[in-house]
């Protein structure tokens, strides 16, 4: 290789570097990958410049940026793993050229339209894991080289890095929205009860199983419901919003707790196999007396009464919804609901600690536990009882009687 050649080597480095660098201190990925393509083609002396990222949810490549080939990602153009040129790539994490395309080459008929004839692909990868593709193509019959290919992988090592952050993005994005929908924006607002609750995720994507719901039926009950789904992140809250659902329906034909839990019980073991969920469903009477519960695998709520330490609601606690055959003799309980007192629904996340047993947590929230607006007992019981390390989410709901006076 000439001294001429090295020059021309290390400057294309640099322009690279340079490029990717930036994107390192904080340039939109969008524009990042948009300007890092256009670079590419001027570098390599192609006509085309394609990035397709793993979705990893569908488990399918999804045309992210191009220059050249713009109708992929107009079209959201998707590819399986295996299947066609950038699939043979993602399959193979090992560089792919193709001198002089054919359709036996290709899936994608965009690239056949705009007549690429030779095309080099190499993997994205980021520690070990496969974030997407990135392929050049060019419309005259070219050995792809070496060179070309070490200085592709160059740069797809580095777009990896924005790759991964831009899903990071997508998934926080996603997640946000999902959580917005899915937990109520604010409680609503019912005579003679005093609501409050918080939600606190345990990891970065913001959302997972947990969850609360309050909504009143048209017999005038007041239905209460707090719940975890097995598992993190949008997976789980993706099943947590259809099981919601699907309570809330059956709660406007079955009075009886025990009996939407039920339901919703075969309805999980049809419609969502394998997911281990736990409920806690309290009807409470539209005279505010008396609260009906049914726990399937739930931590039974806490008592707090005028006048009287906070205690474990006593309640038979039936199995999880998901696990094993489905029972037919689950139990509803019912219990008198004094005025000003408080309920406290919680889910593990708030009495769990790693080293410790539950029974200790339960302690530490029982005696969190003060009179007082159910708002600000919210805030008491997270300052005192969360865990700022802890990796579980944690829903907490918080109901109480109103005294006559308010």
């Keep these: 290789m000439t001294e001429a050649e090295l020059v021309t080597n290390e400057e294309r480095l640099r322009r690279i570097e340079a490029i990717t660098d930036a994107a390192l201190s904080g340039l939109n990925v969008a524009e990042l990958l948009d300007e890092l393509l256009e670079r590419v083609r001027d570098l390599l002396k192609v006509d085309t410049a394609t990035i397709l990222l793993l979705d990893g949810h569908t488990g399918e490549l999804v045309a992210t940026a191009a220059k050249g080939l713009e109708e992929e990602v107009r079209r959201g153009f998707r590819i399986r793993i295996g299947h066609g040129f950038a699939g043979r ?22 690239l056949l339209d705009a007549g690429v004839r030779a095309l080099l692909g190499v993997p994205m990868l980021a520690n070990g894991n496969l974030i997407g593709v990135l392929h050049v193509g060019a419309l005259s019959l070219r050995h792809f080289g070496p060179e070309d290919v070490h200085l592709l992988q160059l740069v797809a090592d580095r777009a990896s890095v924005a790759g991964r952050a831009r ?10 929205a999902l959580q917005r929908s899915l937990l ?6 019912i ?12 990891h970065d994507l913001g959302i997972g199983g947990d969850w609360y719901d309050v909504f009143t039926l048209p017999s005038g009950w007041t239905g209460a419901v707090i719940g975890d789904v097995s598992g993190h ?23 009886d707790p025990a009996q939407a839990l039920t339901s919703l019980d075969r309805k999980i073991h ?9 409920v806690l469903y309290a009807l409470i009477s539209p005279d505010r007396a008396t609260v009906h519960l049914s726990s399937a695998g739930h931590l039974p709520p806490l008592l707090a009464v005028p006048g009287q330490p906070a205690r474990l609601m006593n309640l038979t606690v039936d199995r999880p919804l998901g696990v094993g055959r489905p029972p037919t003799n689950r139990h509803t309980t019912v219990l008198d609901l004094p005025p000003t007192a408080t309920l406290v629904f ?20 029982t005696n969190a536990i003060e009179p007082g607006p159910a708002d600000a007992l919210c805030d008491h019981i997270i ?18 009687r109103r005294p006559p006076s308010e």
Excluded at 192 to 202: I, K, N
């Design 167 to 176: 899903a990071q993005v997508l998934d926080r994005q996603a997640a946000l």
């Design 383 to 400: 300052s005192a009882t969360a865990d700022e390390h802890a990796s579980d989410d944690i829903a907490l709901l918080v109901i109480r």
């Design 89 to 110: 790539v993602a399959e193979t994490r090992q560089p792919v050229t193709i001198y002089d395309v054919t359709p036996a080459d290709v899936v994608n008929p965009i």
């Design 270 to 278: 049809h419609f969502e196999a394998g997911t281990l969920t736990t």
């Design 346 to 365: 919680y889910t593990d996340g708030l009495v769990e600690r790693r080293g410790e047993l539950i029974d200790t947590g339960i302690d530490r929230l």
């Design 184 to 189: 109520p924006s604010r409680l609503p607002d």
């Design 191 to 202: 005579p003679g009860l005093d609501l409050a609750a918080r939600y606190l995720p345990g």
């Design 233 to 255: 992140g949008l997976p789980s809250a993706v099943v947590m919003g259809r099981i919601r659902s699907a309570l809330r329906a059956y709660a406007l034909d079955r009075d």
